[in-house]
T-cell receptor
Framework: AQSVTQPDIHITVSEGASLELRCNYS??????LFWYVQSPGQGLQLLLK??????LVQGIKGFEAEFKRSQSSFNLRKPSVHWSDAAEYFC???????????????FGTGTLLAVQP | EAGVAQSPRYKIIEKRQSVAFWCNPISGHATLYWYQQILGQGPKLLIQFQNNGVVDDSQLPKDRFSAERLKGVDSTLKIQPAKLEDSAVYLC????????????FGPGTRLLVL
């Protein structure tokens, strides 16, 4: 069965420091992978996605993620964190065909990011 | 472009009562999803509609949860009767069919069952 693991429940970084959030997935075929961010009281916002091609994906707000098939990972990175990046981050794998009818998302449990001044 | 709208934003009820949530997707989005997000967990899909037909409701507790999407636009999710473990945020999302999995989420309805 498809699953997503985010091993870090909570991470604290200093403002201006680099960030890497880990995500490991289990999926039988080529996965469609996503990172979402959720600010308090808000819905989820799509940061970036991977479904084919270049394994290094650029997203909004200066985030990027790298798909590594050999490690079943899709880690999220940012070179310099801003205080406004404090939020909860969710990795997800798409179950089904991209563009198909049964394209539900399976989410990890999330990583809560705190940013110290 | 207006986003996904949900109401109410917050709801507090007692167990065994009923409650309903409303979602208005982005205009033109054929696919609509309801997710349940329990505190400390990622969202879990409850039901997916394609226009007004159900595509996937395998994780919907059908003895107490129901959902409909009349006319293929707005959707309502109902819980009757509610249990304590239904306390969660209920997220609605929508997507264009041809865009596949680019799902756009609403702000959610936070439900507390006492």
């Amino acid at each position: 069965a498809q699953s997503v693991t985010q091993p870090d429940i909570h991470i604290t970084v200093s403002e201006g420091a680099s960030l890497e959030l880990r995500c490991n997935y289990s999926y039988g075929a080529t996965p469609y992978l996503f990172w979402y961010v959720q600010s308090p009281g808000q819905g989820l916002q799509l940061l970036l996605k991977y479904f084919s091609g270049d394994t290094l994906v650029q997203g909004i707000k200066g985030f990027e993620a790298e798909f590594k098939r050999s490690q079943s990972s899709f880690n999220l990175r940012k070179p310099s964190v801003h205080w406004s990046d404090a939020a909860e981050y969710f990795c997800a794998v798409g179950s089904g065909n991209y563009g198909g009818a049964t394209n539900k998302l399976i989410f990890g449990t999330g990583t809560l990011l705190a940013v110290q001044p | 472009e207006a986003g996904v709208a949900q109401s109410p934003r917050y709801k507090i009820i007692e167990k065994r009562q009923s409650v309903a949530f409303w979602c208005n997707p982005i205009s033109g989005h054929a696919t609509l999803y309801w997710y349940q997000q329990i505190l400390g967990q990622g969202p879990k899909l409850l039901i997916q509609f394609q226009n007004n037909g159900v595509v996937d409701d395998s994780q919907l507790p059908k003895d107490r949860f129901s959902a409909e999407r009349l006319k293929g636009v707005d959707s309502t999710l109902k819980i009757q009767p509610a249990k304590l473990e239904d306390s969660a945020v209920y997220l609605c999302a929508s997507s264009l069919m041809r865009a596949g999995m680019d799902q756009y989420f609403g702000p959610g309805t936070r439900l507390l069952v006492l």
